[in-house]
């Protein structure tokens, strides 16, 4: 059984960082693209970053661009979302997700569609408030 937990979020002021993890059960994170999304009540599901299984470029959305990557730590099972010059427009529940295939094709130049992502944790609330 396939299972992601995410964690490291929070409060945190604007212009601040903060490091989510996603941790993996069931599944060898090396194999897949990872995505990270978000998402605010009211509004649909926004994929923000991915990172292929292939290789350790981290796309992004335009949204995020030049301010989030991706990581992983292949040892532990996880993956990283380093966050970085917070915005309040940063504040959301944030997701990991895995497609449910091995292999590349789900992390394309502009970040993940959240459409083709299988596997999701249960998400982590990120607060950015003064």
């Known amino acids: 059984q396939v299972q992601l937990v995410e964690s490291g979020g929070g409060l945190v002021q604007p212009g601040g960082s903060l490091k989510l993890s996603c941790a993996a059960s069931?599944?060898?994170?090396?194999?897949?693209?990872i995505g990270w999304f978000r998402q605010v009540p009211g509004k649909e599901r926004e994929g923000v970053s991915c990172?292929?299984?292939?290789?350790?470029?981290?796309y992004n959305s335009d949204s995020v661009e030049g301010r989030f990557t991706v990581s992983r730590d292949d040892a532990k099972n996880t993956v990283y979302l380093h966050m970085n010059s917070l915005t309040p427009e940063d504040t959301a529940v944030y997701y990991c997700?895995?497609?449910?295939?091995?292999?590349?094709?789900?992390?394309?130049?502009?970040?993940?569609?959240?459409?083709?992502?299988?596997?999701w944790g249960q998400g982590t609330q990120v607060t950015v408030s003064a």
């Open positions: 997700a895995t497609p449910s295939s091995v292999g590349r094709g789900y992390c394309s130049a502009t970040g993940p569609s959240p459409d083709r992502y299988t596997y």
């Open positions: 069931g599944l060898n994170l090396d194999a897949y693209d």
């Open positions: 990172m292929p299984s292939t290789d350790w470029i981290t």
